[in-house]
Each structure stands twice: as structure tokens, then as C-alpha cells.
């Protein structure tokens, strides 16, 4: 499952922390802690990382659904469309 988490710093602006997670926890801070290392360091990007104790305050981000195309708008199948817009023949 994709989280993103809201980090916010003292003393730099906030980031958004996005990361695959099968670990079925909600609580933001320990979902915070198992992303650090040993060290207590957390990778924010390839060039960048904090120590978990720069960290003020963390939240879950959750980010809206977002709709797909529905049967209502005449949308069945992307294939079977086309081909009926380009009167294809299954004969030749």
C-alpha cells in the first residue's frame, strides 16, 4: 500500500514522505521509525536524509479517490471501441 507521510521540520520546509508499505500500521510516527535505519536516519530522496529527531511532527496523508471513466459515458472497452470508430473486419 502506498503512504505518504507529512514530516514537519524546525528548521526546514515540510516534506512529503511517499513509500510502499505492507505493514498494515496507522499510526504515523512508528510508520515513521520503520523507515530508519540503525542509525535512526531516514532516506528522503538521493541526495537527502534527516535523523529522525529533526522531525517535529509527522501525519498520514491521505490523498483523494480518484474516479475512472464509468460505463454511464459510454466507455466499455478501449479496443472494442476503436475498432468500431475504424469499422475493422475481423475477415480480412
Known sequence: MLRTLRLR????????????????????????????????????????SCVIDDVVDVRVVEHPRIEGPTWEHGLQDEDVATAVDENYDAQS
Open 9 to 48: 521540520f524546525a528548521s526546514r520546509p515540510e516534506y512529503d514522505l511517499a513509500f510502499e508499505s505492507e505493514d498494515e500500521q496507522t499510526d504515523p510516527w512508528e510508520l515513521l521509525r520503520s523507515r530508519a535505519d540503525a542509525e535512526g536516519r531516514i532516506v528522503l530522496g538521493d541526495r537527502d
